[in-house]
């Protein structure tokens, strides 16, 4: 995503206005969670309209549209994003910015790539800063990274919808095998090749953040490098990649360089499983809640009071929240809970953000959109929430 302008609460009533340009379909999910309703946008149409004299239709040229957002159809597997809005007055406070179209129509539109649209938002609070930064900046939207090698060489690249970036080049020059002594050295070459591999994706990939991890090689480079990688992260105890085991992904492909990584991700046969692995550590985030749920080890809750409180007391290790919760259409619910998560964040909590669009993101908002992984067991949490004086939680 593109960002044309931004002028933060100086313009029309203390809106923050915002000129943004959409590149791909990454980019409408950011749009669709950052226009609200009631939000006013700017864009371009063309503009059907009936003449008084003929009662014909008839087609302006692209027309500038000022409109209130009413409400909004979103289906991201076809890239699809509508809006539904009225048309209101521009600055002046009589017409529409295109004199063409009357104040008060009711009009619809889709979002179409490399058009601009400004955004003109009362509220532009932290979730919608972010989320701007994550979409203009392609990096922060990989959660996807993959290994491609082959004999002495690996790439260790980050994946975004539109594009492989590589993040870092691992080259050795092997000996040739000509001799018992020549294998030797081979081996002990290519064992200094996988560390030095394991030791540059320790380097550029963050565990936190990112959801699979795809290895992919001719012959048996991969799986060898997997087996190596646990290897060293058990001697290092390096428990970050040890418990995400999971999210590792062996593939067979032609070659060790870049092309390797298209050829996965186009082959029919790797498809279900990246899609379901794609997102696995969410799940695993939510098992793992579900587990001390159903164990009542009081290490896990869910629930708005119970949340508040938990945080009340700096015991929240994990949070689990819903992309809808921190959309809500409710500002003032809105912003306490950005509160929230900037104050879990400040007692070296971790925030996880569960979409909606996904299964574990369902169940979660079926409990209420809140659950919690505590530092610590804190029994009859509930009973001290419900408790507490209304003044002493900051509930939402």
Known sequence: ??????????????????????????????????????????????????????????????????????????????????????????????????????????????????????????????????????????????????????????????????????????????????????????????????????????????????????????????????????KYASQDQNDLILKNEAIFVVAHCSTGYLQGISEVLKNPEYASLLEDTKFVKEALIFDDFLEHIETEDDKAWYGKTEIYKAAEMEAIDTLLITSNTLRSDDIAEREKNMDLIEQIKAQNGKVIVFSNFRDSGVELQHIGGFACLLKYPVPDLDDLANDAPPDTLITA
């Not at 076809?78 to 809006?83: A, F, P, S, W």
């Not at 560390?195 to 048996?220: E, H, N, W």
């Open 1 to 230: 995503m593109k960002v044309v302008s931004i002028d933060k609460g100086k313009s029309e009533r203390g809106r923050t206005v915002l000129t943004i340009v959409p590149e791909d379909k990454e980019d409408l999910f950011a749009m669709y969670q950052i226009i609200d309703i009631g939000d006013v946008v700017i864009f371009k149409k063309l503009y059907t309209n009936k003449s008084e004299d003929t009662n014909k239709k008839t087609v302006t040229d692209l027309a500038r549209i000022k409109l209130k957002i009413l409400n909004r159809e979103f289906d991201i597997k076809d890239e699809y994003l509508r809006y539904k809005g009225i048309s209101c007055p521009d600055e002046s406070g009589t017409e529409n910015i295109d004199s063409e179209v009357p104040i008060g129509k009711y009009i619809s539109f889709s979002i179409v790539y490399n058009h601009p649209i400004t955004i003109y938002k009362s509220h532009f609070n932290k979730y919608a800063e972010q989320l701007l930064a994550e979409a203009c900046e392609p990096e922060s939207q990989a959660d996807t990274a993959a290994v491609v090698l082959q004999e002495g060489i690996s790439h260790i690249c980050l994946l975004t919808a539109s594009s492989t970036i590589l993040k870092q080049k691992v080259e050795f020059s092997m000996p040739k095998k000509k001799n018992a002594k020549d294998v030797e050295k081979f081996e002990a070459k290519m064992e200094k090749f996988y560390r030095a591999t394991y030791d540059a994706i320790v380097k550029q990939l963050d565990f936190d953040q990112i959801r699979m991890v795809i290895i992919c090689s001719p012959g048996f480079y991969a799986k060898t490098l997997l087996t190596n990688i646990m």
